[in-house]
């Protein structure tokens, strides 16, 4: 015989892998029965039609035939209507903490940044937000290179983001969960926008995204001191800075215009990593390609620590143009390493308490 309760139970623990939450206390479960010759059929509401399902239905299988005796199982979806998506959506903020980044909030928010393009900042982005979920921590990233988007690329991602009502529900790849305008423009447009527009688009990405307080939050920013950078040093006052740069002179006296934007608005620098650093050749030799020393020497003039360099090889460069980052298609290579380090480093350092600068204890 069956145990239909133990069986019905486990059905409802099965998480919904984007709401990362028992199906049972979302609502999704309508029905759940196992018959007298042990098949199940489960009676599924999930908010619409284009709500990811298919890997859902494969969950729900897998935890019914669990259980010796089970036979077929046959799962019927059904949609929610406007009003229960919105309950479930309230439901949700609710178990938020408060904003991502806030006072209430458990996440480190770090902007990656660096003064000009062309240095790698949205690969060291994308790969080290990978090894820090490879290393068994929360990591979601915000591209907030608003021009030049690419993390969606970069990631892997296979599907855009789904909704609940107005609540936005990021897409996972690789552990990390993300939001980019790539989502949201079509292939190839331009994004021409003046600064209030770029403000309330970035302040979405912050309120109406189902972030879940994860530990970590990279945010992807775009060269230069623009009006993003300005808007998310309003919402993020908490936030920690990362500079990229590479071993050139130029560059790292660029990237670090971009640092000293950090300091004009109380964000504290977390430390320096050096990309581009070396190409290892066939005779095992390596070759300082950009020059050497830029990493160091911004980092000296910081007072900050360099937290790693990263070399420049062709698998790095091939795995971001098929979506698939370095730690996952080259675990063993001096890269994956880097970043590796890169992010124990990280994790292992605690953000300083910063007080507001116009707080003054006489």
């Known amino acids: 015989m069956v145990d239909s309760a133990a069986v019905v139970e486990s059905i409802r623990a099965v998480e919904d892998p984007s709401l990362r ?21 489960v009676g599924l509401l999930v908010p619409h039609r284009a709500w990811p399902t298919a890997t859902l239905g494969e969950a729900i299988a897998a935890a019914a035939k669990a259980f010796e005796g089970v036979g077929e199982v046959a799962v019927d979806v059904g949609f929610m ?8 959506a309230a439901r949700l903020k609710a178990d938020q903490p408060g904003p991502v980044g806030g006072s209430g909030s458990r996440t480190r928010v770090i902007t990656v940044a660096s003064g000009k393009g062309g240095v790698g900042k949205s690969s060291v982005t994308a790969n080290l937000a990978v090894a820090l979920a490879e290393s068994g921590h929360d990591v979601a990233v915000i ?28 897409p ?25 527009m770029l403000h309330k688009a970035l302040e979405q990405f912050l309120g109406d995204v189902l972030w879940d307080d994860p530990e970590f939050l990279l945010i992807d920013m775009p060269p230069g001191t623009g009006d993003v950078s300005i808007s998310l040093s309003q919402f993020l006052p908490r936030a920690e800075m990362l500079v990229v740069t590479t071993p050139q ?20 620098i977390v430390g320096v990593v050096e990309n581009m650093s070396w190409f290892t050749g066939d005779d095992g030799k390596r070759y300082e390609l ?7 020497a ?61 707080l003054v204890i006489g």
Request: charged share 20%; proline share 8%; hydrophobic share 45%.
């Open 21 to 41: 939450r028992p199906i049972g206390g979302l609502g999704f479960v309508e029905e759940a029965s196992v018959s007298e010759g042990g098949g199940v059929h």
């Open 81 to 88: 209507g406007e009003d229960r998506q919105e309950e479930l």
């Open 143 to 170: 591209d907030a290179d608003v021009w030049g988007y690419s993390i969606p690329k970069m990631l892997g991602v296979e599907q855009p983001p789904t909704a609940v009502g107005q609540l936005i529900v990021p």
């Open 172 to 196: 996972v790849a690789h552990g990390v969960r993300s939001i980019s305008m790539d989502f949201f423009v079509a292939p190839d447009q331009a994004v021409v926008w003046r600064g209030p």
């Open 249 to 268: 002179v130029t560059a790292q006296r660029v990237a670090k215009r971009a640092a000293r934007m950090a300091t004009q608005v109380n964000q504290e």
């Open 290 to 296: 950009f020059g050497s020393g830029g990493g160091a």
């Open 298 to 358: 911004l980092a000296e003039e910081l007072e900050v620590e360099l937290l790693g360099q990263v070399p420049l090889v062709p698998a790095l460069r091939a795995a971001a143009d098929e979506g698939t980052p370095i730690g996952v298609a080259a675990p063993g290579s001096e890269a994956a390493a880097a970043f590796a380090a890169i992010a124990e480093r990280i994790a292992g350092m605690r953000p300083r308490v910063r007080r507001p600068p116009e």
